[in-house]
Structures are given as C-alpha cells and as structure tokens.
C-alpha cells in the first residue's frame, strides 16, 4: 500500500490559503493528545526516508528567515521550520483544512512555539504577506493542488527579490501509485496531478517562474524542484 495513501487523515492537504484561522474551538484535550501520538507516530515513520534537516538544508532554510508553508496541515514540516528560523524569523503556515490549522495552532501552543501564524484562504490565491517572504515551502502538496497554475502564481508578489519557491515532491511512479490506491480505496474524487521535472517546468514557465534546479538524489523517494521568479 501507497506510503502516503495509508494514513489518509494525517495527509497535508492539496493548497496554501491565507486568512487567520480565529475563534476555533480545540477538541478536548483527551482528544488533542491522542491524535497527537497517531500523528507523531506516522511522522517518525515518514521522517526516516525524508529527513527534515537534510532537506532543509538542501532548500537553504536558515536562521532570520521568513518563510511561508503551503499545505501546512497538521504541521509535520512547520515545527521544523519554525525550529529552523528561530525566533528571529517567522513561519505562515497555511492551508485550506481549518480543523487541521486548529490542531496545528494547539500543537505549536503545546510545544511553546511562538514564531508561527496560522493562515487560511483559497484554493487560486495565496494571499500572504506582500514582498515580505524570502521562501515558500511545500512538501507532498503540489501534485495535489487542483490549480497548480493559477496558485503558483500568486506567490510572486509576497516574494522578496531573491527568494525561492521549494517542493518536495514524490517521484512519479510513487504518485502514479497514489492515484492507484486512491481510487482503490473509493477515493475517486481525489486531485493529483502527475509531476515530472518536464511538468513542473512547465507549470513554472506559464505561473512566470523559472526551475532553477532538481534534486534528485538526496532523497529515497523524493524530489526537491527550486523555483524562482523570471
């Protein structure tokens, strides 16, 4: 079975959004800290073939950073990289799940992290911060955005000169393998889109991006693309 498939409600969701989630009401504690250890659990797994550190490195993800994440969903990559910046630096952790963004503002209340906004929007539209991030990061969410174009492009203006769009994303027979097990499933409504360095390129090129380079072999079953503005 699909490694991202199995665990269908700890998935990060297809799309940035971009309003902050207020007056969400948290699940009970009891029910706060057991969907915690189901999802740490899932995370550690997933975590010994894609380790966070290496591929934060590889995306230049350092101290003093502003950083918006796409697809936050419960947060499996924005405790890395709110760590990562610091405190001098900033995460906007968005989605368009609200009960996954209320878990995740529980989740970094639970670990004393103070550097994260949480955010919720729209499918087509980012609509994050104008000109005041230097990175936008999404891992396992493009290939399940349903207007990768339209969405890609709105990231431009929240851009600084200089900054990079990175995705890590599965290589294309683990996706192929994905939507298999999607519709095995009956889930036949799901979005995902089959990512190649041609396909992303080209996304790229239409959305006024360029791809500035693929990494291809520091992952097992991954691929880092690094994007930046024409």
Not at 29 to 44: I, M, V
Not at 99 to 126: K, M, P, T
Not at 199 to 215: C, D, M, Q
Request: net charge negative; with cysteine; aromatic share 6%.
């Amino acid at each position: 079975m699909n490694r991202r498939l199995l665990p269908l409600a700890v998935l990060p969701v297809s799309v940035l959004v971009s309003q902050i989630v207020t007056a969400q009401t948290p699940p009970p504690q009891g029910d706060f800290l057991e969907r915690l250890k189901r999802t740490e659990a899932w995370e550690r797994e997933i975590e010994e073939k894609q380790p966070p550190d290496k591929v934060l490195d590889a995306a230049g993800v350092k101290p003093g950073m502003v950083v918006g994440e796409i697809g936050a969903g419960r947060g499996r990559y924005t405790l890395h990289l709110a760590r990562r910046v610091g405190a001098s630096g900033k995460v906007y952790a968005n989605d368009i799940d609200a009960d996954a963004l209320a878990f995740l503002h529980q989740r970094c209340q639970q670990d004393g992290i103070a550097n994260v906004e949480i955010v919720q929007g729209e499918i087509e539209d980012a609509r994050l911060p104008k000109g005041s991030l230097d990175a936008i990061f999404m891992v396992w969410v493009y290939h399940m955005v349903e207007k990768p174009v339209p969405l890609l492009r709105s990231f431009a203006a929240s851009l600084k000169p200089g900054a990079r769009v990175v995705m890590v994303e599965p290589i294309p027979q683990d996706i192929e393998g994905e939507v298999k097990a999607a519709a095995a499933h009956g889930h036949g409504n799901v979005h995902v889109n089959l990512l190649t360095p041609a396909s992303v390129e080209a996304y790229a090129r239409e959305a006024g991006f360029r791809l500035v380079s693929t990494i291809d072999k520091l992952l097992e079953r991954d691929i880092i693309y690094v994007l930046a503005k024409e």
